[in-house]
């Protein structure tokens, strides 16, 4: 049922998610095949030197120890090193004389091939050079070999300058100047045509094609012809750039790869810069791509990334009428129906095509080829450039000093976003030698100098990047490619896992996962080979072949298309590891092994999602058998969609966990299958033994209010037991589920209301049989009541009725639970209640209805006007029979209006501050009301008048209002009074005629001191009485 449904998804998306798988081939591996190719110093001295004075040197770098044998097979010349991790190996010479001279002296047959073996993949440079001269390259191991080369050398000059740079009648060229290419055999049997693009040395011309017949370990080397430039000296040959060589069936009816290699034994660029010897192995066209970023070599003292420096381009074509784009233009002038030349480059270009193309960079001298005067630094080099799509993330390589090499830089093209993960020997590139690419802005240009001795070096980054390695010195100069993929990008392999639900792009199977099989071709096949039968581990394994397929589709990757073609048929793996599966196919547009072409396509299997599951302890025939499944993750590989038991009376579950009864003890297979949405499947078998046997009672008791929200507890009738430990498990629906081996009692809430609500629970016993699951019913779970009440009042005042009500039905409310801010009550609305005072007031109201659910808190707020603040003044002693105006006061008085009262002995009783003369004591009371609000605010005084004299003993002079003078009543009777007060050392503080309008304030130079004071009061001049006596001063 499962796997019906997964495929009607594919037929639906089958055509939308593929994934490519990379066969990643690089220039790392254990063997390695290369010539001593002609370089002119093998007779020319200079002066100096004698013939043959330079050498062919190999650096051997590893990153894991390693066994390397280096050898001249035909010879019986052997030398083997063993090199540490992490290093490299820079001894081994090739021989030069002797019977074991393995130099190309000549055009033709050779069988000095240098051949290279290791224990462990590692990466090897070859570096030819003398003084002044030096040529280098990296070589590609024998897996990544091709059956379709083209040579890609550089122009030679008979005048000692590069055509349109100045010609120089004076510079001579070294006799013997010759541009090569050669061939190496990896195999018996290998036979192949050769096509040279101009005429050779021993008189092939041009368009005209030879066969050679090679075995493994020999050579095949061709040179361009000589032309007379008037002198001997000035000799060069014909420039072999676009000489093709390809693969055709030898002896054995087999087409076998090679390798092929180019250079010159002598080539200048421009006039004064020196000559050079260059030397690089090719890529083979299937490793060709459509993507090229470059960036001129540096040629500075300083590390001056932006210091522009002219290079030169060669752009080869397999098909003339491919498309090449320099930075979004189309070029033009396409020579030789082969490259194209850029010699204008003074930065960096974005290249691309709808074809394979290959791309060499060249670097003149330290002159640019724009000034007659020599420039000390540099000659010329031809490096050749990797594709983008064969850009890798890790790279070692070789940085050297021969001979006298200066300044070695190492030029980066990267994707921006790789740049903080880009390091060299761990360590980042410097920011200031960090720019954005000048044509393509998604990527950047980072170069950085080598310091130190030669030695191996490290480039790493997250993502793919293309590197070259060049050095510099005086008149001198080397360079190769640091590291690539030489992946055959003629073809790619695609898998779809046929269960995959999540749309999206399989990178990897699973072992027993059916999965489909696309390969991807860049021609339109007339037949395809899948050569199952050499794949162990791979179910169907027979070979398919397909005679005129008709492609599923056609896709552009890298801008270049690509016909996809399917077996339309499952195919599972036996185990996890990597598959490589041979196919070839045929086309009518590839010209080599009778139109055929090989490839190896890799399907990457990793270990699928673990399946696996755990069974209840005591299995008896009254049991219901828990299932519990163990679906782990793996590194984030596997999101889990689907589950399927299998029982061995052919029931089936699909959930996570199941649950069974069986009918019949005795043994029972159990299957159990996990399906992530990628497809990809787990799947393990347990068998069980059933015997017979019933467990004990279970029950569950559930306590709490049946509320939404509210806590409820679970009690299982089993307890806890040390003689016999115990498991409670409780499911309540919806993936929510409670496990303890602790107590037999859980609590939860529900989030919702809801009628019959299914929990299950089970216990498990350690010992005997288990009792059985049960299920219980909580038939409701209840909303919980909202609450809801209003407030309102006739006049919003400190003491003014406030009336409450709600629309709730008090027949279903239990509980009324309020809080006033200034209080709490319990009644049920409607009734009144005032606030003692103003401000904002939030009421909140918590109900409980009848079926014990409470609210949640519900607020209302309501503002109550503030009550006039006012002061009725400070209380009055007063002389009977004189008046008095009462002090009252209130911040803006022409707010409010004011009656006193009792109105008695008032001038007016309306006004704030009335005229009072009272002749017995009075209280006074205000009452200040809001204009506005009809607020009242109220204050009292007390007006005392007297008869006679009278001495306070006290006053507080502390500034509030309130007894801040010594008031006297009844002084006003002694107009001519005089009143004295003394400190306790006799010093007279205060005296005064007129006491009246000037009261004594406790002052006398400043505040005093709170203390007791001595006060004498002479009544009238004509009368010698003196009263006499002591005020407290209290502050």
């Not at 589709?553 to 077996?567: A, C, D, F, P």
């Not at 828990?626 to 699909?654: C, E, K, M």
């Not at 159990?670 to 799947?683: M, S």
């Not at 659910?853 to 006007?865: H, L």
Request: hydrophobic share 35%; proline share 7%.
């Amino acid at each position: 049922m499962i796997s019906r449904r997964f495929h009607i998804l594919l037929i639906i998306s089958l055509f939308g998610f593929f994934s490519a798988t990379a066969q990643n081939k690089s220039n790392k591996g254990k063997e390695f095949w290369l010539g001593y190719g002609f370089n002119s110093w093998f007779f020319i001295p200079d002066g100096t030197l004698p013939p043959n004075s330079q050498e062919l040197n190999l650096y051997l770098t590893t990153e894991a120890a390693a066994t390397v044998t280096v050898s001249i097979p035909s010879s019986g010349w052997s030398q083997t090193v063993n090199i540490p991790a992490n290093s490299v190996d820079a001894t081994i010479l090739i021989p030069k004389t002797g019977t074991d001279d393995a130099r190309m002296l000549n055009e033709g047959l050779g069988n000095r091939a240098i051949h290279i073996v290791s224990d462990t993949p590692i990466v090897v440079f070859a570096h030819m050079y003398n003084t002044q001269t030096s040529g280098a390259t990296m070589l590609i191991p024998v897996e990544t070999y091709g059956y379709k080369y083209y040579a890609l050398n550089y122009s030679q000059s008979q005048s000692g300058s590069k055509v349109p740079y100045t010609y120089s009648n004076t510079t001579s060229n070294g006799t013997g100047w010759y541009s090569w290419f050669y061939v190496v055999a990896a195999e018996d049997n290998t036979r192949l045509e050769i096509t040279p693009s101009d005429t050779t040395r021993s008189g092939v011309l041009p368009g005209n094609t030879f066969t050679v017949n090679l075995n493994k370990g020999q050579t095949y080397c061709v040179m361009g012809k000589l032309v007379d430039g008037g002198n001997l000296l000035w000799q060069a040959s014909k420039d072999l750039t676009g000489s093709k060589v390809v693969s055709v069936p030898g002896n054995d009816g087999n087409c076998h790869p090679f390798a092929l290699f180019s250079g010159s034994g002598g080539v200048r660029f421009c006039f004064g810069d020196g000559g050079e010897v260059m030397m690089q192995q090719n890529f083979p066209v299937q490793a060709w791509g459509t993507q090229y970023l470059t960036y001129h070599m540096l040629n500075n003292t300083n590390t001056d990334i932006n210091d522009h420096f002219k290079n030169f381009y060669r752009i080869s074509v397999d098909d003339p009428t491919t498309l090449v784009l320099r930075n979004g233009v189309p070029l033009t002038g396409l020579i030789n129906n082969f490259y194209y030349e850029i010699i204008d480059s003074t930065g960096g270009d974005y290249i691309t095509a709808n074809k394979p193309i290959m791309v060499a960079q060249y670097t003149p001298g330290g002159n640019r080829c724009v000034n007659a005067s020599p420039i000390a630094y540099g000659d010329p080099e031809m490096i050749y450039l990797s594709p983008i799509e064969q850009g890798s993330r890790d790279a070692l390589f070789y940085a050297n000093r021969k001979t006298f090499i200066d300044f070695n830089y190492v030029n980066v093209l990267v994707q921006s976003t790789g740049i903080p993960s880009l390091k060299l020997d761990g360590a980042v590139f410097d920011p200031a030698n960090i720019i954005t690419h000048p044509k393509n802005p998604a990527y950047s240009v980072a170069v950085a100098r080598i310091f130190g001795p030669a030695g191996q070096h490290r480039l790493t980054c997250d993502s793919i990047f293309n590197a070259t390695i060049y050095g510099l010195g005086y008149f001198e100069s080397y360079g190769y490619n640091v590291g690539t993929f030489v992946n055959n990008l003629n073809s790619y392999i695609q898998i779809q896992n046929t269960l995959n639900t999540n749309g999206k792009l399989d990178s990897f199977t699973c072992p027993k996962t059916p999965v489909r099989l696309f390969a991807k071709i860049a021609y339109p096949a007339t037949s395809i080979t899948w050569k199952f039968s050499q794949v162990p581990g791979i179910n169907p394994n027979a070979d398919s072949i397909v005679n005129n397929p008709v492609p599923v589709r056609t896709e552009i990757i890298n801008g270049r298309t690509y016909y996809v073609y399917t077996l339309q048929q499952d195919f599972t793996f036996a185990a996890p590891g990597l598959y490589t599966i041979p196919i070839a196919y045929t086309s009518a547009v590839i010209e080599n092994c009778n139109q055929t072409e090989f490839a190896s396509l890799n399907v990457l299997v990793k270990a699928g999602p673990p399946a696996d599951f755990t069974i209840s302890n005591q299995l008896c025939l009254s049991d219901t058998v828990r299932f519990t499944g163990i679906t782990a993750t793996v590194n984030g590989l596997f999101n889990y969609n689907n589950y399927l038991w299998n029982f061995d009376d052919g029931s089936t579950q699909n959930t996570k966990d199941a649950r069974k009864r069986f009918a019949s003890t005795g043994n029972h297979d159990i299957r159990y299958r996990v399906y992530a949405d990628n497809g990809c499947i787990g799947d393990t078998t347990k068998t069980i033994s059933i015997i017979n046997g019933t467990g004990p009672q279970l029950t569950l008791n559930i306590t709490g209010n049946r509320c939404k929200d509210s806590l409820l507890t679970f009690t299982s009738s089993i307890v806890p037991n040390s003689n016999n430990p115990t498991s409670w498990f409780w499911d309540f629906g919806g993936g929510q589920t409670v496990s303890s081996n602790q107590s037999h009692i859980t609590s939860r809430s529900y989030a919702a209301a809801g009628t019959n609500l299914i929990i299950r629970h089970s216990a498990t016993l350690t010992n005997g049989c288990q009792p059985d699951t049960i299920t219980v019913t909580i038939p409701v779970i209840h909303n919980n009541p909202v609450a809801d009440f209003s407030m309102q009042a006739d006049t919003l005042c400190p003491g003014k009725p406030v009336n409450y009500s709600s629309t709730l039905s008090p027949a279903a409310i239990r509980n009324w639970r309020w809080n006033f801010s200034d209080g709490t009550g319990s009644s049920a609305p409607p009734f009144v209640r005032p606030f003692t005072t103003g401000g904002s007031k939030t009421v909140q109201l918590i109900i409980t209805d009848t079926s014990g659910c409470g609210s949640a808190p519900v607020t209302n707020t309501m503002i109550i006007n503030l009550a006039p603040v006012v002061s009725a003044g400070p209380d009055k002693i007063i002389s009977l029979g004189t008046s008095t105006t009462l002090d009252a006061s209130i911040t803006n008085p022409g707010n409010y209006t004011f009656l006193w009262s009792p109105p008695v002995y008032l001038n007016q009783p309306g006004l704030l501050n009335p005229v009072s003369t009272p002749d017995q004591p009075t209280i006074y009371t205000i009452t200040a009301t809001d204009k506005i609000s009809f607020c009242e605010g109220k204050d009292a005084v007390l007006v005392n008048p007297v008869s006679k004299l009278y001495i306070p003993t006290a006053f507080t002079p502390n500034r509030d209002g309130r007894n801040d003078t010594w008031g006297i009543p009844g002084l006003a009777l002694y107009p001519e009074a005089v009143v004295s007060v003394y400190n306790r050392w006799g010093q007279r503080i205060f005296e005064t005629k007129n006491y009246t309008s000037n009261p004594w304030n406790g002052m006398n130079k400043g505040q005093l001191e709170p203390g007791v004071y001595i006060y004498m009061i002479r009544l009238s001049p004509d009368k010698p009485e003196v009263l006499k006596g002591t005020v407290t001063v209290l502050r």
